[in-house]
Structure formats: C-alpha cells, structure tokens
C-alpha cells in the first residue's frame, strides 16, 4: 500500500470546510422550520390621508383567518385631497393592531396591494363640479 501525501490528505479531508456546509444546512432547516410558525404576513395600504405615500408592511403572527397578502379596504373611494374618516380609521386601526409584530416597514408595493385586494384597484375619483 502506497503513503499518501500531505497534499493527497488535505485534499481528502477538509474538517473546517466541511462544518461551515453542515452550520448553513442547519441554519437554513431551522429557518424552514421557523417560518410557518411565525405566520409572516404582508399589509398594503395604498396612498392616503394617513399615510400620503402608501406603505408595504411584513409582519408576523398573522391571524390564520387571514390571507397573506391583505390590502386597506379596495372599496374606500377617496379623491387626491381628502380620504372618508372610515378609511382613516381602518388604518389607524390597523396600525395599532400591527404594532409589536412588524419586521419591515416598505414603500407602497402595487403588486402587493393587487394581490391583496383580489386585483381591484384603489377607488380613485375626482370630484367634478
């Protein structure tokens, strides 16, 4: 049986480059296994009032009742001045049951905001005299 050579060993094994694979494996499986616990969640409210240029939130322990993606009521009609007191009220109300559990506050996301309010658009509408 032939010696091997240092560099014939090294090649062979590499302990330190072998841990750092098996830390992000575990890293990531724990993750994977975190995520669906936390229940993260994504909250669009479009331009208003209260928030003048929209906002993206992703937050965590969302209710099980609710979908993923949800948006500020579509059907809240506002004109570029002024916002129902309805409307400025979900969102302030939102807000205050969101806070504690946001991890990330976004500018205003369309897409999310679609996908959230079922692809209706924000009611825009001018008022014409």
């Given amino acids: ?3 091997k050579t240092r560099s014939q060993l090294k090649a062979t094994t590499n302990p330190k480059k072998n841990n750092w694979i098996l830390k992000l494996l575990l890293v990531v499986i724990v993750l994977i296994a975190i ?17 003048p240029d929209g906002v993206t939130i992703v937050y965590i322990l969302r209710p099980a009742s609710e979908p993923i993606f ?8 506002y ?27 976004l500018p205003y996301n369309h897409w999310a905001y679609l ?6 658009e924000p009611g825009i509408y001018d008022e014409e005299f």
Avoid: H, W
Wanted: charged fraction near 20%.
């Fill in 115 to 120: 996908k959230g309010s079922d692809g209706v």
């Fill in 35 to 51: 995520i669906p616990l936390l229940r993260p969640g994504v909250y669009t409210v479009q331009p208003v009032d209260p928030v």
């Fill in 1 to 3: 049986m032939a010696k």
């Fill in 79 to 105: 004109s570029p001045t002024s916002v129902s007191l309805i409307c400025n009220a979900m969102v302030r109300s939102k807000f205050e049951e969101l806070s504690g559990k946001i991890i990330l506050q």
């Fill in 70 to 77: 949800t948006s500020l009521n579509p059907e809240c009609v």
